[in-house]
């Protein structure tokens, strides 16, 4: 068992996904609809339901909550309004977009509250009246192992909201400058990098900084970590956005076939020596700018027994 690894995580099916046009300013990642909006609401909801059957059959504890509103656009992607710690913490998030508001549900965590020991919900929602915005471990990649908040700078996260979540909650922000081939910076870090217990991804090429690239990679190799880095091209197919989670029989990466496929042999290898690679097909939901790990909520709290 790694605590970097939950074993549960909390997926929303949507009856009414589509492309998000209110989020596609600053998120490169995403693309146009190029199919009616009912073709794309149905198989993302089969891609949803499909990657939910897939995890369960790795031995992953799948909460699965529909969504049956229309004006939820993003809901398949809970990571970015709530996240859940170790001694029984969830933390509620500020969202940059008013369209995206709306995906807080109580009735998430009021599941949580009665499968899970928690014993508090730190709500920094009220500083979108702020205009500060922090989004989940979206915004955020989290290193358990080593207590550091690896995150991106961009309108998503703002310094504030980190400072204030990383007092709260016991990390060390590490916020960096990355920006794509156009200069737009990273909208979310959890496109750039994975964090797992004995190695992680990272669109390096994308940090500018070479000393705070170096900074980084020293403190990702931390507890013999290996880090291997991604080029451009595997960032922008998504694996970068991929999960460590603690299966029946070991720990498995999941991501989307399509990052699988970008990865190279050797970075196959490498993964391989710790965590069964699991993919899960979700070309539909990618075309909002996320992949499977913007899909899935790890859950890091101690169940009820």
């Known amino acids: 068992m790694s605590i970097q690894a939950p ?60 969504d049956e509103r229309d004006d939820r656009a993003d809901a398949v992607f809970p990571n970015n309004w709530f996240s859940t710690h170790s001694g029984g913490h969830i933390a509620i998030y500020p969202m940059q977009s008013p369209s995206r508001r709306g995906e807080r549900r ?78 737009c910076p990273i909208y979310h870090s959890n496109v750039l990098m994975c964090v797992a217990t004995d190695f992680a991804l990272i669109g390096l090429d994308f940090i500018a900084d070479k000393r705070r690239r170096t900074q980084i990679v020293d403190r990702l190799g931390a507890h013999d970590r290996e880090v291997i880095a991604l080029t451009r091209e595997q960032v922008r197919e998504f694996a970068g956005n991929a999960i460590e989670l603690q299966g029946r029989d070991g720990r498995i990466l999941a991501l989307s076939t399509r990052a699988l496929a970008a990865l190279t042999p050797q970075q196959r290898a490498t993964i391989e020596k710790s965590c069964e690679l699991v993919p899960l097909n979700v070309p539909t939901i990618e075309l909002a700018g996320g992949s499977v790990r913007c899909m899935l909520a790890g859950i890091h709290l101690d169940p009820r027994r």
């Open 7 to 66: 074993s549960a995580v909390v997926l929303v099916r949507p009856r009414h996904f589509t492309p998000n046009p209110a989020t596609a300013t600053d998120n490169t990642f995403q693309k146009p609809a190029t199919r009616d909006a009912e073709t794309i609401a149905r198989a993302a909801w089969n891609e949803v339901t499909d990657a939910a059957a897939e995890l369960e059959r790795h031995g992953v504890t799948v909460h699965l909550f529909d």
């Open 106 to 183: 109580e009735d998430i965590i009021e599941l949580l509250k009665r499968e899970y020991r928690v014993q508090d919900v730190i709500d920094y929602s009220g500083l979108e009246y702020d205009d500060v915005f922090l989004e989940g471990t979206g915004a955020m990649v989290l290193d358990h192992l080593s207590r550091i908040a690896y995150t991106v700078r961009s309108n998503r996260a703002d310094p504030i909201a980190l400072e204030r979540f990383c007092t709260n909650f016991g990390y060390e922000p590490m916020a960096f400058d990355a920006v794509d081939e156009s200069g």
